[in-house]
């Protein structure tokens, strides 16, 4: 993939897990964070429901995974363990970049 993979203020559809390159997570044109391998994109709007909070930007080209957020939605009814393993990984993933930004943002002061 290239360009924007997420719009701030847009709906998402999907989630993705980047499995090569980097993308820029940036808020009012700031970069607030760096995603790279093993990170996932458009968590925090499958978790919550609501729109996009920033956009992600690729750096370059990146190669992704991609599963339909209604798809993902669906293994609570077909797969409970499974979809409590999901939910698991997404919160610890999200977990991990909210400690990484607040350093980063604690180091610029």
């Known amino acids: ?7 701030e203020g847009q709906a998402q559809k999907e989630v993705m897990l980047i499995l090569d390159g980097t993308a820029s997570v940036r808020r009012n044109g700031r970069e607030i964070a760096e995603l790279g391998r093993g990170s996932f994109v458009a968590e925090m709007s499958f978790l919550t ?15 992704t995974i991609t599963w339909g957020q209604e798809n993902l939605r669906n293994l609570k009814k077909l797969n409970f363990e499974v979809w409590i393993k999901v939910q ?22």
Request: proline share 2%; with cysteine.
């Open 49 to 63: 429901g609501e729109p996009a909070s920033a956009d992600v930007v690729c750096k370059h080209e990146i190669t």
């Open 88 to 109: 698991h990984v997404l919160s610890k993933d999200l977990v991990g970049k909210i400690k990484r930004t607040t350093m980063r943002l604690h180091q610029e002061v």
């Open 1 to 7: 993939k290239r360009g924007t993979l997420v719009k």
